[in-house]
Nanobody
Framework: QVQLVESGGGSVQAGGSLRLSCVASGITFSSACMGWFRQIPGNDREGIAGMNTRFGSTVYANDVKGRFTISQDGAKNTLYLQMNDLKPEDTSMYYC?????????????????????WGQGTQVTVSS
């Protein structure tokens, strides 16, 4: 059974930083695409970043490039999202997601429909 557990959310002032963590189990971490998404109620789920865990290659949404960094610790089956220079518009529920990668060169673009497994979410609130 695949399980993804996020942590690290909270409240922070604009300009501050948070690091989210996602611990994965029930899936071979090095054979997975991993990603981060966010969703405000009533809105579509928005892709933030994706990672090919075999090569460590990453892809980011344009509006978070330069502020957010996705990374991994393969030995701990853990995915991270470092968020710097947070803005009030970053306020959202943040989700970790995964799917079993079939192609070694898959870019793991953070497209929600491609990801099969989802965590429960962790809330991030940024105040002005």
């Amino acid at each position: 059974q695949v399980q993804l557990v996020e942590s690290g959310g909270g409240s922070v002032q604009a300009g501050g930083s948070l690091r989210l963590s996602c611990v994965a189990s029930g899936i071979t971490f090095s054979s997975a695409c991993m990603g981060w998404f966010r969703q405000i109620p009533g809105n579509d789920r928005e892709g933030i970043a994706g990672m090919n865990t075999r090569f460590g290659s990453t892809v980011y949404a344009n509006d978070v490039k330069g502020r957010f960094t996705i990374s991994q610790d393969g030995a701990k089956n853990t995915l991270y999202l470092q968020m710097n220079d947070l803005k009030p518009e970053d306020t959202s529920m943040y989700y970790c997601a995964a799917y079993r990668r079939l192609l070694s060169y898959d870019a793991c673009d953070p497209v929600a429909r491609k990801y099969h497994f989802w965590g429960q979410g962790t809330q991030v609130t940024v105040s002005s």
